[in-house]
């Protein structure tokens, strides 16, 4: 079935993820703070509109994909909101990295409106978004689920249901992520401990890669720690410690310590004291090696 | 080429490796300090002996598969020990998880009485030695190296080579163990934070070891977390200690920190503290649970 | 010189720095949410208002000892706040415990309507500021802060100052707090491994407090954790734990590591999970004992 | 009571405290590795002796202040060690920091020679020793610490008794030197979130040390801490990680986390990585100064 939608945030993730939605034959209307960025989605069909509330028809279906909980949060309950526009009937689909808490939150006032929320967030780096092979969680009202499961099916390889609660996709998504820094962590200790004992990390990397760890998370990252191209962001060490405080809230939030988020947080937080907050999340790597005495602290 | 293979240490590891090196031709002689261990090699012909020297043929090749450094130095340095039988051109095949510290004192040890000394330790549970399905890695005077090779070829699925330094391949096996238990904190975390917040643990499990994590190590140790069976001890935790004491051991030596190697060690001890020594090592998820406030202390 | 004085917040702490007040000679007007608690200071000669804005008067001074950061907020930026009616020449002197955040928040929106923001944070429990021994900390524009400093003499034994920026007095309370909390960690293992290795905790307690660490943190909390009467609040945990996420929150917003936060925080949250956050923070060390095997997990 | 006293161990520590037992009108004879260190002595009426074994006169006492365990045990259990010189009713007593379990160890071997082990470790550095006030705890056989304790009166301002066990007073000594390095730890990080929020830590050094914490260690180190002359070594890191190392162990030894020593511990691990063994332990500080971003890491 055609839908209306509308797309909001247009950046990295955002905009391959948009092409793809009009690569299924929907139709588009799109809008991003910096409107140049939308350019390029125009040449392949989309309308481009001048605010945030305009991209919604009543009773469509809008997408989004913004920086941060504060982002989503103003688009959202601003007056005259692209959700006041969707009214009853309307789905937002909410593909950012955001807290729980804040899902909730607007999957409250959204109801005022008639308005589903689905919490649907990704796994993926831009290349994967637009090759269509991320991973998607999603959450909400069953009925909203299974209207965008097409929609979702367009934009990832997979789509893993989490139930009727808007905040679980948010939960699963923050646990992924948890994970992936978590391991970071490990094979940043990991290749000092080589390296200060003698052994070559790209040889322990190869090795655990292709056995015991053979999974793309540790594949793609020890690859990335061990080539030492730091300073080049493929994800910002910024928004992973963005990401790592929403982990580290949610916990707070549920009474429960997470020992691990902890140490991780606090090695981001040393590498942005440090000035690497621009360079790749794989940096904290940096810090780990620094500690042992392997490299001078340089210039940033 | 046929090898006169002696083999100390016949526990759960030992025995099925020792069958699969009998199964590709070779004349063993085994012993075990707890005779009866050795019976069921002997009816697929092993030659049982009574002294761990005994099993050294000069110029022969000895496995040794021993619960710690202390047992594995003791039976190295007794007097009149299996390594002066060996003598000139014999090789000590050592697959048990120590301080590389420890291989690099056996090693000049052994040089003084002509022995070569290879580090080979190896990944996998009983199932997989019995099924030759071992990832072994090893390290140590490569003539040496070149002889054994066949050997493990016949033990293990893939041996990996880290040089001439007899230290390296035990450095590599601490990597590897840490990593693993780096892993089971972050998934104890990742499940308490996803119960805390009315998300299923299984779901989460079972997404992140189809798509990111998509590798042997966690997918069982998932499950096994999930499933909760934690006195049922496929490695006891109180190995999981030793391995990470070895690790932290090593770091220390090496003057450097390794956080998380810290966090799991003060998680694996507090789990000894509360009386789950002998339970699995992923019993750690329990002690996570319970500063959750996700379960009441039990009995033990 | 007598003042006019308002004092909005008459809690354990707020109600005995008030009545000092008015024992030195100042006029006060009290406001309190629960109105009955500030019966007390009216018998003491304290007029009663019915709203927070009702406390101020033009130029004059205005005291505040509230709960948290945004309870302070509400009633500074409500409409009509005593802000507004203190006005040109007022002064509004803030003792709570917030982020330093806030207080530079706060100082901005005053300076519109031409109030003077002194942070005056205090060191010292209900007992000590009945009895005008309270370790005071103030920073704000000079001139206020010596219009206050009369006032502050009149409520502690000395007032420490630290200059002209709003924020910098608590930025020093909360060192101090997280001090205390990184004591009472000490304290906590320090026991935990004496009564593991049969060594009386008192005994330690009594000498470390008369020697080495012979200062009222030590001693007072040395007693509290080896009594052990955890369920008698006389500071809750749920407050300890909001300090030390104000402490975490403020590393964080000046971007920096402090890892022994992170750990008294973790500690808190565990307390807090298994039931104790309206307990006296000491009872952290229930937790610490719980790790060591020491006690079981009781009921709570 | 005169007594046949010897010393064997004349560092920083021992060779005021011999000085001091010659004032008190005892005989030494004192021996030290390296002779010369012993030469101030025998001006002072001391007779040297050329093996650690010649200190010892039948029956009589024989003190030790070595660096580590190891050093003790040597000169302990060597052959024809000036245990066995001591014989029946001799008595040692070790003033050294060392582990518990050495203690115990010593203590049961002594006992086979007829010698008591009185474990008497101290708290003081140089200048305390020499003006007679250490801070001593002691325990073992109450006849022996009956018997030395008109001897520590001559070194020490008070001793504290811990009954007959021979390791509990090592235990309190550990306990003392974690609580100072916990107050080191707290310190820095307190320090690096002043001067992060333009606050100056030298004035909360001076706050503190005259309210809360008005105690030496607090007073001594804030201000070292501050001043930050750490290539001058009072107590050399490596001693300070020695000590961490120690209480780790006992930890361990014991079954119990303690997540503040490993936090401490990595933090000293970490400033020996960055090539500072020889500053003063203070010099921890560093470290976190620089994961703080405040300060470049320097040459060393």
């Known amino acids: 079935m055609q839908e209306n939608i509308g797309f909001i945030g247009l950046g990295n993730m955002g ?20 409107a140049s960025k939308a350019e390029p989605l125009k040449a392949k069909g989309a309308t481009i509109v001048a605010t945030a509330a305009e ?12 920086a941060d909980d504060r982002a989503l949060d103003q688009v959202c309950t601003a007056e005259a ?5 969707l009214g009853h009937g309307g789905v937002h689909v909410s593909l950012s990295t955001i807290a729980p808490a804040t ?6 006032h959204h109801r005022k409106h008639g308005v589903d929320y689905v919490g649907s967030p990704v796994f993926g780096r831009p290349e994967a978004a637009a090759a269509k092979r991320l991973w998607i969680c999603d959450s909400g009202p069953a009925a909203a689920r299974e209207r965008v499961r097409p929609l979702l099916a367009a934009i990832g390889q997979r789509t893993y249901e989490f139930g009727d609660d808007p905040a679980a996709a948010h939960v699963v998504k923050l ?7 978590a391991a970071l962590e490990a094979l940043a200790e990991t290749f000092a401990l080589a390296e200060k004992n003698g052994v070559d990390p790209a040889a322990v990397s190869q090795m655990m890669g292709e056995t015991l760890f053979a999974c793309p998370i540790y594949q793609i990252y020890s690859k990335l720690i061990v080539d030492g191209q730091f300073e080049d962001a493929k994800f910002r060490l910024a928004l992973g410690l963005k990401d790592m405080s929403l982990v580290a809230q949610t916990a707070a939030a549920s009474n429960m310590p997470m020992p691990l988020v902890s140490l991780v947080r606090d090695r981001l937080l040393a590498s942005t004291a440090k000035g690497r907050a621009d360079w790749d999340w794989t940096a904290l790597a940096l810090d780990v090696a620094e500690n042992s005495g392997l490299r001078k602290a340089a210039a940033r």
Chains 1, 2, 3, 4 share one sequence.
């Open 15 to 34: 905009e391959p993820i948009a092409a793809n939605l009009i690569a299924a034959g929907h139709s588009l209307k799109v809008y991003n703070r910096t």
């Open 55 to 66: 991209v919604a028809t009543p009773g469509g279906i809008v997408f989004t994909m913004l």
């Open 81 to 85: 909101s692209f959700v006041e526009t």
């Open 103 to 108: 899902a909730k939150h607007l999957a409250e």
């Open 175 to 181: 646990c992924g992520n948890f994970m992936i820094a």
